[in-house]
């Protein structure tokens, strides 16, 4: 008998621990699949897929979860709009900007945040700030170009280190006009 009170302590014990305990990874991938299954509003059987949490502590967690994707919506500050200020696109009279622009609002059977992406890469090749920008734009543009970078670097960068060396050597030649030797007339 006294063992199974000890057991019921220890459960309740640990059922007390997983109702105070913050959620983990794993919980809130759990928790966007079970959304993604059933929808916000269906708690009842979102707090069945985690039978140690009760039905108010899941919509707690469905709450703050969607006030921080309120909070996160958009960027006030790309770090994108320093590399514009760097000089890279000063000429934008390429018709890059135009497919750029052409793709962003043309490109229905592609997903949202494409066209968002395609609609920022047509802004920064303007040299225009970046407006509205989401978050998941901004880390799927930066995905990317890491992505092209380790792809495209190792195949040219022999080349690349050469031009580089060439500007370097031609930038500290030194030229000189030719040597003009003064004529000193003697006239005695």
């Given at each position: 008998?006294?063992?199974?009170?000890?057991?019921?302590?220890?459960?309740?014990?640990?059922?007390?621990?997983?109702?105070?305990?913050?959620?983990?990874?794993?919980?809130?991938?759990?928790?966007?699949?079970?959304?993604?299954?059933?929808?916000?509003?269906?708690?009842?059987n979102?707090?069945?897929?985690?039978?140690?949490?009760?039905?108010?502590?899941?919509?707690?967690?469905?709450?703050?979860?969607?006030?921080?994707?309120?909070?996160?919506?958009?960027?006030?500050?790309?770090?994108?709009?320093?590399?514009?200020?760097?000089?890279?696109?000063?000429?934008?009279?390429?018709?890059?900007?135009?497919?750029?622009?052409?793709?962003?609002?043309?490109?229905?059977?592609?997903?949202?945040?494409?066209r968002?992406?395609?609609?920022?890469?047509?802004?920064?090749?303007?040299?225009q700030?970046?407006?509205?920008?989401?978050?998941?734009?901004?880390?799927?543009?930066?995905?990317?170009?890491?992505?092209?970078?380790?792809?495209?670097?190792?195949?040219?960068?022999?080349?690349?280190?050469?031009?580089?060396?060439?500007?370097?050597?031609?930038?500290?030649?030194?030229?000189?006009?030719?040597?003009?030797?003064?004529?000193?007339?003697?006239?005695?």
């Amino acid at each position: 008998m006294s063992d199974d009170i000890n057991q019921n302590s220890s459960q309740s014990n640990t059922n007390t621990y997983y109702k105070r305990k913050n959620w983990d990874e794993q919980e809130k991938t759990i928790l966007l699949r079970a959304l993604k299954k059933y929808g916000y509003k269906d708690i009842e059987n979102i707090a069945k897929e985690f039978p140690y949490k009760t039905p108010a502590a899941v919509r707690t967690m469905i709450n703050k979860l969607h006030l921080a994707a309120k909070k996160n919506y958009t960027v006030k500050k790309v770090q994108l709009d320093e590399w514009l200020k760097s000089g890279y696109f000063n000429n934008t009279d390429t018709m890059i900007p135009e497919a750029l622009k052409i793709i962003s609002e043309y490109n229905y059977f592609n997903k949202f945040y494409s066209r968002a992406l395609y609609d920022l890469l047509h802004r920064i090749t303007q040299g225009q700030p970046a407006v509205d920008v989401t978050q998941m734009t901004v880390e799927t543009l930066l995905y990317t170009l890491n992505q092209v970078t380790h792809e495209v670097w190792p195949s040219c960068e022999k080349q690349a280190y050469a031009y580089v060396e060439k500007l370097e050597q031609s930038k500290s030649r030194k030229v000189y006009p030719p040597h003009r030797s003064k004529r000193i007339n003697n006239t005695s």
